[in-house]
């Protein structure tokens, strides 16, 4: 025997694996042994854990011995020669695929719930079982993970039978195995506890990764409809349970590709918050740069989006906020000023809300406007511009920063004050 247990099988594979620490790594267990196996690994390497869901197809007088598997998406592996050697018939590998379909539909609820599974799209997925006998599910798990949209896969298991790697057929970038004995007869030989793995602690090894590494983030790249022949490139970015989303205006020709205003979105979802970082203008018209100083267009454009978002079925019963950056914040808070704006809160970073004019009046929403303290113009005009709101606001300084808030440690002080504004008034909503 190589392992005393599942936990102690995972312990020594993720010791084999340290050269992946520090990657773009999704850990995906195959339930239900592989789970805690992964769970071991997911933990070594700091990294997100999910599961692949594949189902072996046994042999039905023998269910031990796969025949083959299936997977998510509808990937189907069968062994040739298998099904010649025990001489199974169409129509009893079909009775075994539906039973099996239908309990692979049923592990999906079980184990995920509501839940989206990780995002694997141009990622290293590493693929974790307690141990490799005939291939089959392995085949199929990493059929499924290939078709997600991995950038390159690695299978990694606790044992494996001598010439394994040959049954996978290239499917998989990388193999790894702990042992591989030249007397094999199954994986639980190898194991002084092989006992089944209960699905509560599938779930408990899911939901104990997902606590450490925070919620799951879907991203989606959108393009927003704003006016005749005019559509807009964006991201929307939702976390799983999301309490809110927030919608980036960015200011003086910048886009959602902003690296800070990025920065501050990935710690809003990182909170729980879904954003939708988008363009403004075209690129035709960023050209132009009197379009980054045309509030009402921007404004209107914001308005459109807006209206857009809240049709979204991710949005469908969430509060709305506005992260205003530069002349961003202008056209923030002129939407947020016109007649029946659902926008709940606004924040302003480093922004020229004096440019919103007249509309600073009607704002509603509890804005927050924050400037770095070494930033004296902005600083007077955001203390100019407050003095006209009607609402709640606050005007909070971030000791040392300049105008783009490039000093060590003040964006992540703006990314601080804005989840907890954000957060503390969807709340209320």
Same mark, same amino acid.
């Given at each position: ?7 102690d ?9 340290d050269?992946l ?22 933990d070594?390497?700091?990294a997100?854990?999910?599961?692949? $869901? ?10 031990? $011995? ?8 509808g ?8 099904l ?14 539906r ?12 184990y ?24 089959a ?29 040959a ?18 007869y ?15 602690e ?20 959108v393009r ?65 740069r ?25 949005a ?13 914040a202008?056209?923030? $808070? ?21 440019l919103a004019?007249?509309?600073?009046a ?68």
């Amino acid at each position: 025997m190589f392992f005393s247990d599942r936990t102690d099988a995972g312990r020594q594979l993720a010791a084999r694996l340290d050269h992946l620490k520090g990657h773009d790594v999704v850990v995906l267990g195959l339930p239900r042994g592989g789970v805690p196996v992964a769970a071991e690994v997911a933990d070594a390497l700091d990294a997100p854990l999910d599961i692949c $869901l594949v189902r072996k197809l046994g042999v039905p007088a023998q269910p031990e $011995l796969a025949m083959g598997a299936l997977g998510e998406g509808g990937v189907r592996v069968v062994n040739e020669r298998v099904l010649r050697e025990v001489g199974v018939d169409a129509r009893d590998l079909a009775a075994v695929e539906r039973r099996e379909h239908i309990e692979l539909d049923q592990r999906a609820v079980r184990y995920r719930g509501s839940r989206p599974s990780v995002p694997l799209e141009g990622r290293t997925v590493l693929v974790v079982d307690d141990g490799l006998a005939t291939g089959a599910t392995a085949l199929a798990a990493c059929r499924v993970v290939r078709a997600g949209g991995a950038a390159r896969i690695v299978l990694a298991v606790p044992v494996a039978p001598q010439g394994w790697t040959a049954r996978l057929g290239g499917e998989a970038d990388e193999t790894v195995s702990v042992h591989t004995p030249e007397v094999f007869y199954a994986i639980g030989q190898f194991y002084q506890d092989f006992s089944q793995t209960p699905d509560a602690e599938v779930v408990a090894c899911l939901d104990r990764n997902r606590a450490a590494h925070g919620p799951v983030v879907t991203d989606t790249d959108v393009r927003i409809p704003v006016a005749k022949r005019v559509t807009l490139a964006g991201t929307l970015a939702v976390p799983e349970g999301a309490t809110g989303i927030v919608v980036f205006a960015h200011g003086s020709g910048s886009g959602r590709h902003s690296p800070r205003n990025r920065e501050v979105a990935s710690a809003l979802n990182a909170a729980g918050l879904g954003t939708l970082l988008f363009d403004l203008l075209t690129e035709a018209e960023a050209v132009d740069r009197a379009h980054v100083f045309d509030t009402p267009l921007l404004a209107e454009r914001l308005t459109r989006t807006t209206e857009w978002l809240a049709e979204r079925p991710e949005a469908e019963g969430l509060p709305l906020g506005y992260f205003g950056a530069s002349t961003g914040a202008a056209a923030a $808070l002129s939407a947020a000023g016109e007649p029946g704006s659902p926008v709940a809160a606004v924040v302003s970073r480093g922004g020229r809300p004096d440019l919103a004019g007249d509309h600073l009046a009607q704002v509603r929403a509890p804005t927050l406007l924050v400037v770095g303290s070494r930033d004296a113009l902005v600083l007077d005009l955001n203390r100019r511009a407050r003095s006209l709101l009607r609402c709640e606001s606050r005007l909070t300084e971030v000791e040392g920063a300049t105008h783009l808030f490039e000093e060590p440690g003040a964006l992540e002080e703006v990314a601080e004050l804005a989840t907890s504004w954000f957060t503390e008034h969807f709340r209320d909503q």
